[in-house]
């Protein structure tokens, strides 16, 4: 997959579980995360949004768990981005930076809320008019 935006992070010891792996939902963190930095790096502010009256949610999430995380382990989280209609759609892959495995593939929809009704947003449209072909 052709990536857009990548940023790094390292997994903490209270994010994991007793098994000594990542706990499920932090992976979700994770991506929101990353999310919320892609929408930085196009200048957008999520609280400035949200002033405006305008809310992107997440609306539907595939996730897919392949080989989990420990403590200490640095990786690297990864984003796409297409649009289906009214919903933006990321696909999200998380890779463990020592040998580029990839632990986490996410595909997470969100939509977007205008003074709390389903609408669409030109500004998230002309802040990711180059990323969706």
């Not at 990542?22 to 609280?47: D, I, M, P, W």
């Amino acid at each position: 997959m052709k990536y857009i935006f990548e940023t790094r992070m390292e997994v903490r010891d209270y994010e994991c579980d007793i098994e000594g792996i990542v706990n499920n939902a932090q992976y979700v963190h994770y991506c929101e995360h990353t999310r919320h930095l892609f929408l930085k790096a196009c200048g957008l502010s999520f609280a400035e949004m949200h002033e405006k009256g305008v809310d992107a949610v997440v609306a539907r999430m595939q996730l897919q768990y392949k080989v989990p995380l420990r403590p200490d382990d640095e990786f690297i989280s990864r984003l796409n981005l297409t649009k289906e209609g009214i919903k933006y759609v990321f696909h999200q892959d998380i890779y463990r930076a020592s040998d580029e495995q990839l632990c986490f593939r996410g595909k997470i929809e969100l939509v977007c809320l205008v003074n709390g009704r389903l609408a669409s947003s030109p500004d998230y449209d002309a802040a990711f008019e180059k990323y969706i072909a």
